[in-house]
């Protein structure tokens, strides 16, 4: 394995563990204690992680940016059963809009064979959908980002404005109590927060890891979001929250 397929997989470990040591990492992709400390460098030069004795944990940087690549490889399985979740929400010839997220992709598989008119700026959900005769295929245009796999700008931003879906599913960077949904990059939160504002229910899945946290930008206020699929029950506190915001919370908890 070259540095660079090693130093993408150890981001994946990263994220979903939040530290790691030098010594597992060594013995995981055998490779010498020095080579790792190397690997470590460099991500610490990209910020992101934070060295330690001994190991790193993930640097809590609410600009911080992660690739699809890497995203696509953490905590599958809840993602995969959010998704499910958001799949029963969806009626056949419903128009809906699916954005980039990593999360949001897993609902794809179970939509092939159903008749929709999908709307998105996710390249990912294009590929997949490209070739179902039963899928009306809509793409808001805008400028490509590498990094997210996806379209923003203002083109996307006004030709959504211009339009309304009857249901949309998206996630975000983080959530915030007092914030709302909150995200790394401004384009990103700008696309989002237009879907909002023109989607008749927004469906928003988000897992246990994003809640408690803020981000460089703020997305939209909690009240702004119909619905909420999630993985673990939500502290006394959240629950209050999204009840006063009449936020419907869907935890995959609850569908063992």
């Not at 990209?46 to 940087?61: C, D, H, I, P, W």
């Not at 992660?66 to 995203?71: A, C, E, G």
Request: with cysteine; proline share 2%; charged share 25%.
């Amino acid at each position: 394995m070259i540095s660079a397929e090693r130093r993408e997989r150890i981001k994946t470990i990263l994220l979903e563990r939040k530290s790691i040591t030098v010594a597992e990492m060594a013995q995981l992709f055998e490779v010498s204690t020095e080579t790792i400390r190397r690997d470590f460098e460099a991500l610490s030069d990209e910020g992101f992680l934070v060295k330690s004795y001994g190991g790193a944990t993930l640097a809590m940087r609410k600009n911080t940016i992660v690739s699809q690549r890497v995203k696509s490889g953490i905590m599958t399985d809840v993602k995969k059963e959010m998704a499910g979740i958001a799949v029963s929400c969806i009626k056949p010839n419903d128009c809906i809009f699916l954005d980039h997220s990593t999360t949001v992709f897993e609902m794809c598989e179970a939509l092939a064979d159903m008749p929709l008119t999908v709307m998105t700026n996710s390249l990912s959900v294009m590929n997949r959908f490209c070739d179902c005769p039963n899928i009306r295929l809509i793409s808001p245009g805008g400028n490509f980002d590498v990094v997210s796999q996806a379209f923003f700008g203002l083109e996307a931003v006004g030709y959504l404005n211009r339009h309304c879906v009857d249901k949309a599913f998206l996630s975000c960077k983080t959530l915030d109590l007092k914030r709302g949904m909150n995200d790394a990059d401004e384009m990103v939160a700008e696309l989002r927060k237009s879907i909002v504002e023109n989607s008749d229910y927004t469906y928003l899945l988000a897992d246990h890891t994003k809640f408690g946290k803020t981000a460089f930008v703020q997305t939209c206020t909690l009240d702004r979001i119909d619905a909420l699929i999630t993985n673990r029950p939500l502290p006394e506190e959240w629950s209050l929250q999204m009840e006063e915001d009449h936020v419907e919370v869907m935890i995959t908890d609850d569908q063992r």
